[in-house]
């Protein structure tokens, strides 16, 4: 049967638009075929389905999401709970993790925490209202946290640039050990022997992981560790300069290259350089931690740095989270692979490089 592709006359009765009903009677069909074409369900010839299809497109018929929620028990919803109050790690993983489930048609509801486990129950509470399908999970910090799933029953959750306490729970991460080791082995292939590792607060463990990925970086390269050559403080511009002060203005070798923890410690450590008549990267070479362009481009030179692929985490957590939601079992820590965006401040001779490390596997269930 032909259909005809122009938009047919369509009485109003004080509605807003064309219904399920308007669709089946142009069309020909019943009501009940008129849904499983719209909802692909159901067995129907193919020329059924692409008529009703046509039809819709040619009404302007558009299914109320609302009923059909409540019908199928799908609301199309996610929701991401985030502490991230300046948004430098939630909103590039919020984007990527929009863009996945666009595509399936499924809207996300981000919400700040702030740090506060009362604001984060009143968040939760309401993304349970309006029955969302699942939930992630992030922080400015990938240390562990308190799972939320007694607080979310039934509903999946998938924590990304976070982890659960709970070892059944989904969690992808950056590996920041990996990470460390491209910055420390582009070092050393930079011609640099005493390489100093200025550090945030030991009580973090992407801390203790980029403290391994440093020193087995030196083991491979067959350097001795120096413990001298490693300074922790806290995450600022600040203790990246007093950093400096410390470690060139104590007797003996002086480094001629720094790692650093995050962008921040080492755009101050080059300020700190700089202040001192110390050329970098000629006299001390540089690489920082996280890819924070704000910070590492409008460093004095552009700063080389670990970028942990935010995005790509993001796009992950969203295929963790379809996959949880068609009831496949995805559980454990997950660790991304970091790159290392190479600029003047490492290498003598700037060129476009982008170095990444291989896959970790899984720990956990597959």
Avoid at 322 to 328: Q, R, V
């Amino acid at each position: 049967m032909a259909v005809n592709t122009r938009a047919p006359r369509i009485e109003r009765t004080g509605r807003s638009g064309p219904t399920i009903h308007d669709v089946a009677r142009v069309a020909e069909v019943s009501i009940s075929t008129a849904s499983k074409a719209l909802n692909r369900k159901g067995s129907l010839r193919p020329e059924t389905r692409d008529r009703v299809l046509a039809v819709v497109k040619a009404i302007g018929y558009r299914p109320n999401e609302l009923a059909q929620s409540l019908h199928s028990a799908r609301s199309k919803t996610v929701g991401l709970i985030t502490n991230d109050s300046f948004g430098r790690f939630s909103f590039p993983i919020f984007e990527a993790l929009e863009e996945t489930l666009a595509d399936q048609g499924i809207a996300v509801f981000m919400c700040n925490a702030t740090d506060d486990p009362v604001r984060e129950r009143q968040h939760l509470d309401q993304l349970m209202r309006k029955r969302i399908d699942g939930l992630v999970v992030t922080a400015r910090r990938a240390d562990k946290r308190p799972a939320l799933s007694a607080l979310v029953p039934g509903v999946p959750v998938v924590y990304v640039y976070s982890q659960a306490d709970d070892p059944n729970t989904s969690c992808l991460v950056p590996d920041d050990e990996g990470g460390a080791r491209l910055a420390v082995t582009h070092l050393v292939g930079q011609g640099r022997h005493r390489i100093a590792h200025i550090s945030g607060p030991k009580r973090f463990e992407a801390v203790r992981l980029r403290q391994a990925g440093y020193r087995a970086a030196l083991r491979a390269a067959g350097i001795a560790y120096d413990p001298s050559l490693h300074v922790n403080g806290e995450w600022s511009e600040s203790w990246g300069r007093s950093a400096v002060a410390g470690l060139f203005d104590r007797a003996g070798a002086k480094p001629d290259a720094l790692f650093c923890d995050n962008d921040q410690l080492a755009r101050g450590a080059s300020d700190a350089l700089r202040e001192r008549g110390i050329a970098v990267p000629k006299d001390v070479a540089i690489v920082g931690f996280d890819n924070w362009e704000v910070m590492a481009l409008g460093a004095r030179p552009p700063l080389s740095s670990v970028d942990m692929n935010l995005h790509a985490l993001g796009r992950e957590a969203g295929a963790a989270l379809l996959a949880i939601m068609a009831g496949e079992p995805v559980t454990g820590i997950r660790r991304l692979p970091c790159s290392l965006i190479v600029r003047e401040s490492s290498a003598c001779e700037p060129r476009a490089v982008n170095l990444q490390a291989k896959p970790k596997q899984r720990v956990g269930s597959p």
